[in-house]
T-cell receptor, first 110, second 114 residues
Framework: DQQVKQNSPSLSVQEGRISILNCDYTNSMFDYFLWYKKYPAEGPTFLISISSIKDKNEDGRFTVFLNKSAKHLSLHIVPSQPGDSAVYFCAASAGNMLTFGGGTRLMVKP | DGGITQSPKYLFRKEGQNVTLSCEQNLNHDAMYWYRQDPGQGLRLIYYSQIVNDFQKGDIAEGYSVSREKKESFPLTVTSAQKNPTAFYLC?????????????FGQGTRLTVV
């Protein structure tokens, strides 16, 4: 039973447009959420995070939105660039445990 | 340069053999973690350690063992009891008990059973 789900395994977007990656969770105890970016054969790198007391966090081209009532978070990338092509994992934390979603492969076409 | 290093990058194992994956960090982090990545399943926690000489099972610990004799090192042994060991293994470290600070990941080890 996956507590963190990314229902879209892949997403294709044109360069310059917005990329929206979605993540749903079931555990109401999660209080901190993170997004990681991963290139093939490399470890994930931290991208952006959000605490459950907020509903939005912005860092440059990246914005994460949290809807606690819907148990849903999303990552917006604007504008999308070819270098953004990677697998994106959302992760949720409850205390000292981190649970990852299955990942979404983003492809940004020139 | 500070960082977290996994070795080897690629590893082949015959069925029935134990194999140990190395993970070393010089970030002075207390907490270290082992994850396994399979297609479509994200990263699943195998074991974690919050302090030297102490470690806890994660979600999929069966068939694996770890040790934490030094703060810098957290090796993972994949035993012959692990039924499906072929996967990409990631080691991570963080400053402390919680994940409020971002985790640092190693480059990963791809293990293939032949």
């Amino acid at each position: 039973d996956q507590q963190v789900k990314q229902n879209s395994p892949s997403l294709s977007v044109q360069e310059g447009r917005i990329s929206i990656l979605n993540c749903d969770y079931t555990n109401s105890m999660f209080d901190y959420f993170l997004w990681y970016k991963k290139y093939p054969a490399e470890g994930p790198t931290f991208l952006i995070s959000i605490s459950s007391i907020k509903d939005k966090n912005e860092d440059g081209r990246f914005t994460v939105f949290l809807n606690k009532s819907a148990k849903h978070l999303s990552l917006h990338i604007v504008p999308s660039q070819p270098g953004d092509s990677a697998v994106y994992f959302c992760a949720a934390s409850a205390g000292n445990m981190l649970t990852f979603g299955g990942g979404t492969r983003l492809m940004v076409k020139p | 340069d500070g960082g977290i290093t996994q070795s080897p990058k690629y590893l082949f194992r015959k069925e029935g053999q134990n194999v140990t994956l190395s993970c070393e960090q010089n970030l002075n982090h207390d907490a270290m973690y082992w994850y396994r990545q399979d297609p479509g399943q994200g990263l699943r926690l195998i074991y974690y350690s919050q302090i030297v000489n102490d470690f806890q099972k994660g979600d999929i610990a069966e068939g694996y063992s770890v040790s934490r004799e030094k703060k810098e090192s957290f090796p993972l042994t994949v035993t012959s009891a692990q039924k499906n060991p072929t996967a990409f293994y990631l080691c991570a470290s963080s400053v402390g008990r919680d994940w409020w600070t971002e985790a640092f990941f190693g480059q990963g080890t791809r293990l293939t059973v032949v």
